[in-house]
């Protein structure tokens, strides 16, 4: 078994994990509000808290104003906002410098999945929109 089908297989793994929890009831009984159609901009450790438990699916974006590749992805996450069932959330990292480090950006842009409160991806680097867009899909309740 190759090292992506050993990958694949533990997302898998996750994915099911995540739904039984979800099908057990516990916390889940009101449903994960909708996603909003444009970003999300982050001003605090609590509001990206309650972003990430809030929303079914996050896509991250830790971006810098003076950042080449971030203003490159501007449209992709725009849009990923307004077209899927994710929520796009938006730190600007000399902004909310702590709050980079806590996640141990160290390039920008670096991009965070959450599914169900639970971080599942990490990206540094500008990324295809069907990289998030299989995520989205994959993770989506």
Not at 5 to 34: F, N, V, Y
Not at 107 to 136: C, H, M, N, W
């Given at each position: ?76 996450m725009n849009s ?62």
């Amino acid at each position: 078994m190759s090292d992506s089908d050993d990958l694949e297989e533990i997302r898998q793994r996750k994915l099911e994990e995540l739904q039984e929890r979800g099908a057990a009831g516990g916390d889940d009984a009101t449903p994960a509000s909708t996603a909003p159609d444009d970003p999300i901009y982050v001003d605090g450790p609590d509001h990206f808290q309650s972003i990430v438990n809030d929303h079914d699916v996050v896509v991250v974006d830790f971006y810098a104003d003076w950042c080449g590749p971030c203003k490159m992805m501007e449209p992709v996450m725009n849009s990923l906002a307004a077209e899927t069932d994710a929520a796009v959330a938006k730190v600007d990292i000399d902004s909310l410098q702590r709050l980079a480090q806590q996640h141990g950006v160290r390039g920008v842009p670096t991009f965070k999945v959450y599914a169900k409160g639970q971080e599942i991806e990490q990206f540094v680097g500008a990324q295809d929109r069907s990289v998030f867009e299989r995520l989205i899909s994959q993770y989506s309740s």
